[in-house]
């Protein structure tokens, strides 16, 4: 059998991870690196899209549904919509202009990743999933997270939802000229 | 899945948040600015369910404490997700704001305080 | 439970038949033989269905709208002396009943020139037709055909109704981009116009959907149909037990449906919610600067997500691939007299492999309907849309959540005849609710009905006076 560089054995299944991490970093590396808005945007939907695929693998399917509905079909397209609304006004208004600081920021970031990096990967290589069991399996479908969602977690839940409240009040008034 | 370690999902958290990180400080545009907090906060997601399902188990004898620890993960993804909306919902409206006081979203600009 | 009980004789309805047999044996294949099966059988059928969609949509609307044209283009007629025509074709009329016009359409399509403006998002700009037929296509991948798994084509799964939601939420997509990527100020706003309706439209059609899911208790689309087929406002004596629970047949089920029908037609950018594409407004909205093939994609698209939500409305709210909403299945058990009759009749109703015939037959029904609406109503005015989403279909889907949690809650504490009771309570409660805070607003406001008003013109009768005096002034 085929062994990677820490010692894990290269099977299909990480292949397809590979594939699929592998293009979501490169969507956020493309987040950052694109200077129009709008790629960005959509650089970011297909990062969150297949985020979604990953989640599914974790066997949390409700979440994977969620984020695609949640980020993928709510907030990414209110971006979106901000952005045009700005380009509709002035082409020009969110094209960034050169600066030598973006180096020591990515430099700076570069450093931060090998850091936590090298302290935590070679420790979490080594671990791999519990077999499916059938709890496990129940893991991430609607009635396990509903039922835990509506005991367990109810006042955070509250909190949550009075949080929203409070934001849809907050976005009304800032966003309405005369009110 | 089976054949891939923690160690790979929690890599790509740590690769998306660090350039999450380096978007915020790097970009003036707030709205890629915005666009990259939202990575950190997926990447955090996946990290929190990557964490859920690899979580020893067997450890645990109870069945309600065993679903409790099951669901911790899944419960802060949620929880997540509901305060990011709401935090688009109204940094889109500020956006908005400045940009019909200004006329002009460059971060560099939005000097009136000081800062 | 008894309501358990009637859903699991729901699910024993499948009978074990030759056909069946055929069906369950993609089962026994590999997974990837079965995953390509099922998308093939995901596709096929909305791109088959495409030609005859265009042809009925081009034919009830020329019927409709009473004008001759491409309700019947393309009939022949043979020259009655020509010798180039055989002898048996003399004068003979074929009429095609404008089947040629969807052959001419697509043959146009295909042969125009494929012009792409210079100043464009290149990337984006030829993408976004791709990024638009997409959703169109997965929409009804979680959709039963029949009342075989192996007819679900992405597989029966328990997250069936929220995999709808997101895809839907996909659509807006293509349309945006194209909007943007064409550098084209009628392409922009059409593509922010679209964006804002579908955003809108989308919570009020989630809304919908929540109560069906909670009336029927699960989010499984084979398990709402069960639910579906079970007897009637969940009744175990005549003549309710006859009859199948529908999801429309209950009413917070039919204010659901509405709810949902009128969302799913502006979630397709169809008339009268089609503002991204306006035509006397934007030219064509966000395709102006498509032409030829990258056109016909959008076409294709909007098409197939026609079809794929009428198929969503007839699982979710009438009542799966049964053709009439009647328990043949379970009259068999109950009058065992007419057993055989009974049971054909079953088989004929849907129990069988005529199960995707009238589950098809239904969703043409839908788009049917789309045709009719799209004959019958004027476009909407960007303000009339937003207020028609926000202020009437939100709180009128809201409060029928809240309904139907009432009349779940009443149910489970007492009885399905108290439930109801219940839920006739609080819709007239509701109503009055809704009656007090709208008199309560019109007060304030100006009642615009009863305005004054000033006639701009001059009143006639003083105008004869003076052509009286002009007349009298020469003289």
Redesign the interface.
């Known amino acids: 059998m085929n062994h990677a560089a820490g010692g894990v054995p290269v099977t299909p299944e990480l292949l397809l991870f590979g594939a699929v991490a592998g293009a979501a970093a490169l969507c956020a590396v493309g987040v950052v690196a694109f200077n129009n808005a709008i790629r960005s945007a959509l650089c970011l939907v297909v990062n969150f899209f297949l985020l979604a695929f990953l989640y599914f693998t974790l066997n949390a399917e409700m979440l994977g549904i969620t984020q695609i509905v949640v980020y993928t079909g709510a907030i990414m397209v209110l971006f979106l919509f901000v952005i045009m609304l700005l380009n509709l006004g002035a082409p020009n208004l969110l094209v960034e202009k050169r600066d030598p600081k973006k180096y020591l920021g990515i430099l700076l970031g570069c450093g931060m990743f090998v850091l936590l990096g090298s302290q935590v990967l070679p420790e979490l290589i080594k671990v791999h999933a519990a077999p499916l069991t059938p709890e496990l399996a129940k893991f991430g479908g609607p009635e396990a997270i509903g039922r835990t969602l509506f005991t367990s977690y109810m006042y955070p839940f509250e909190a949550v939802s009075v949080l929203l409240l409070i934001g849809i009040v907050g976005s009304i008034l800032l966003a309405k000229r005369r009110i | 899945?089976?054949?891939?370690?923690?160690?790979?999902?929690?890599?790509?958290g740590?690769?998306?948040f660090?350039?999450?990180?380096?978007?915020v400080?790097?970009?003036?545009?707030p709205?890629?600015i915005?666009?990259?907090i939202?990575?950190m906060l997926?990447s955090v997601?996946?990290t929190f369910?990557?964490f859920?399902?690899?979580?020893?188990?067997?450890k645990v004898a109870d069945s309600t404490a065993?679903?409790?620890s099951?669901?911790a993960g899944?419960?802060m993804?949620?929880?997540v997700?509901?305060?990011?909306?709401?935090?688009?919902?109204?940094g889109?409206?500020?956006?908005?704001?400045i940009?019909?006081l200004r006329?002009?979203?460059?971060i560099d600009e939005l000097n009136l305080l000081r800062g | 439970m008894p309501e358990e009980a009637h859903r699991a004789r729901g699910r024993e309805i499948v009978k074990v038949n030759s056909l069946l047999q055929m069906a369950e044996f993609v089962q026994h294949l590999h997974p990837v033989w079965q995953a390509l099966i099922r998308a093939v059988l995901l596709v096929i059928p909305s791109l088959l269905l495409l030609i005859p969609i265009i042809w009925w949509e081009r034919r009830l609307l020329g019927w409709m709208q009473d004008r001759i044209g491409p309700n019947r283009v393309g009939n022949i007629t043979f020259s009655q002396t020509s010798k180039m025509v055989p002898g048996f074709l003399h004068g003979k009329k074929f009429r095609l009943f404008g089947l040629a016009q969807p052959l001419a359409d697509f043959g146009k399509l295909l042969f125009k020139e494929d012009i792409t403006p210079s100043a464009i998002d290149r990337i984006i700009y030829f993408t976004a037709p791709a990024i638009a037929l997409f959703p169109a296509f997965a929409l009804a991948g979680t959709i039963p055909w029949g009342p075989y798994t192996s007819l679900t084509p992405c597989g029966d799964v328990n997250i069936g109704v929220l995999y709808i939601m997101a895809v839907s939420s996909l659509g807006v997509y293509g349309i945006v981009l194209a909007g943007y990527s064409a550098n084209n100020k009628f392409s922009l706003m059409g593509g922010l116009r679209s964006s804002a309706q579908m955003i809108s439209y989308e919570l009020a059609m989630g809304m919908s959907l929540a109560c069906i899911v909670m009336a029927s208790g699960s989010l499984k689309p084979t398990e709402i149909v069960a639910a579906e087929h079970g007897p009637l406002w969940g009744f175990d004596f005549a003549p309710f037990c006859w009859f199948e629970n529908w999801n429309i047949l209950t009413p917070f089920g039919l204010v659901a449906c509405l709810v949902f029908l009128v969302c799913m037609v502006a979630e397709t950018n169809r008339a009268p919610f089609d503002l991204p594409e306006a035509e006397n407004e934007l030219v064509a909205g966000y395709h102006t600067e498509y032409s030829s093939m990258k056109f016909a994609v959008f076409f294709m698209g909007e098409y197939a997500a026609m079809f794929a939500y009428g198929l969503i409305l007839c699982t979710l709210f009438i009542g799966g691939w049964h053709l009439l909403p009647i328990r043949f299945g379970y009259m068999s058990h109950a009058y065992p007299a007419f057993g055989d009759v009974w049971n054909m009749l079953d088989t004929l109703n849907g129990s069988s492999i005529l199960a995707p015939v009238w589950f098809v037959g239904k969703g043409l029904m839908v788009i049917t309907a789309y045709i009719w609406l799209r004959a019958s109503m004027p476009r909407l005015r960007y303000d009339q849309l937003m207020s028609l989403g926000w202020k009437s279909l939100l709180p009128l889907a809201t409060a029928n959540l809240i309904v139907v949690a009432i009349w779940i809650l009443a149910t489970k504490l007492a009885s399905p005849l108290i439930g109801w009771c219940a839920v006739l309570v609080s819709a007239v409660i509701l109503y009055l609710l809704y009656k007090t805070i709208n008199k309560l607003n019109t007060d304030k406001r100006v009642d615009l009905a009863s305005r004054e008003i000033i006639m701009v013109d001059e009143p006639p009768r003083r105008r004869e006076v003076e052509m009286v005096d002009t007349a009298a002034a020469p003289s």
Request: proline share 1%; charged share 10%; net charge neutral.
């Open positions: 899945m089976n054949g891939v370690p923690l160690g790979a999902y929690i890599g790509l740590m690769f998306m660090t350039t999450g990180v380096v978007g400080v790097v970009r003036r545009n709205i890629v915005f666009m990259c939202e990575l997926n997601n996946l369910l990557a859920a399902r690899y979580q020893m188990v067997t065993l679903q409790n099951l669901m899944q419960m993804v949620i929880f997700m509901a305060v990011a909306a709401a935090e688009v919902a109204v889109l409206g500020i956006i908005m704001a940009y019909r006329d002009n979203v460059d």
